[in-house]
């Protein structure tokens, strides 16, 4: 499984890599800093379904050791949401505090954005052992809202872009898939054996 690891690690840079790349050799178009806010937001938004296709992927397929990949792609997850976060501060907002809090409180799509980055540095923050000893139960509870900050994340997605809806229509699509594959499965009926021997007497 460590081997698993070390090439999902690097296949899960790969967007990084491409997204200097074209940086630093003028690919990116007539607006760098737009290119990088949606590549850097995209591949948030992939690891986060991608993180929540794995306990799916266990129920269908068996394989278990899935499970010990969701925590690299959760964190990978907030990675690029971070780095979605400090394009738009830095590239976007310059830094201007006063004007990012203005954005937050008063633009709908930035909100919902803010809110679902806020769950995904707590989700980051309590992703390891000292923190689920910690919390307790509490800690499952916490670590749900990873289903509300990818909700969060697509709407964000679809009032971005207004018009163009066919990319983020397909995430919602991807999103509801997943949510409807985790409804646990309906428990065969069986007959309680006093009642066959009740009908065999008969």
């Known amino acids: 499984m460590t081997k698993w690891r070390i090439v999902v690690f690097l296949v899960s840079l790969l967007p990084l890599a491409a997204m200097v790349w074209g940086a630093l050799h003028d690919r990116l178009g007539a607006n760098p800093a737009e290119a990088l806010s949606h590549e850097s937001g ?33 964190l990978f997850s907030f990675f690029y949401a971070c ?23 008063t633009r709908p799509y930035i909100t919902v954005g803010f809110l679902s980055f806020l769950i995904l ?59 409807l594959l985790r409804l646990p499965r309906k428990a065969v009926m069986r007959k309680p054996r006093r009642m066959v021997k009740k009908q065999v007497v008969a």
């Open 121 to 179: 540095i707590a989700l980051a923050l309590t992703s390891n052992m000292f923190s689920m000893r910690r919390l307790g139960l509490r800690w499952k509870g916490l670590h749900r809202l990873v289903y509300a900050a990818a909700l969060l994340a697509i709407l964000h997605f679809i009032w971005l872009v207004k018009a163009d809806l066919m990319q983020p229509l397909i995430y919602l699509g991807v999103f509801v898939v997943l949510m």
């Open 83 to 105: 780095l979605h976060f400090l394009v738009w501060l830095w590239l976007d907002r310059e830094f201007a505090w006063g004007g990012m809090l203005a954005d937050i409180a």
């Open 42 to 74: 995209s591949w948030a938004l992939r690891f986060l379904l991608i993180t929540l296709s794995i306990t799916p992927l266990r129920r269908l397929t068996g394989w278990r050791k899935a499970v010990l990949l969701r925590r690299m792609l959760g």
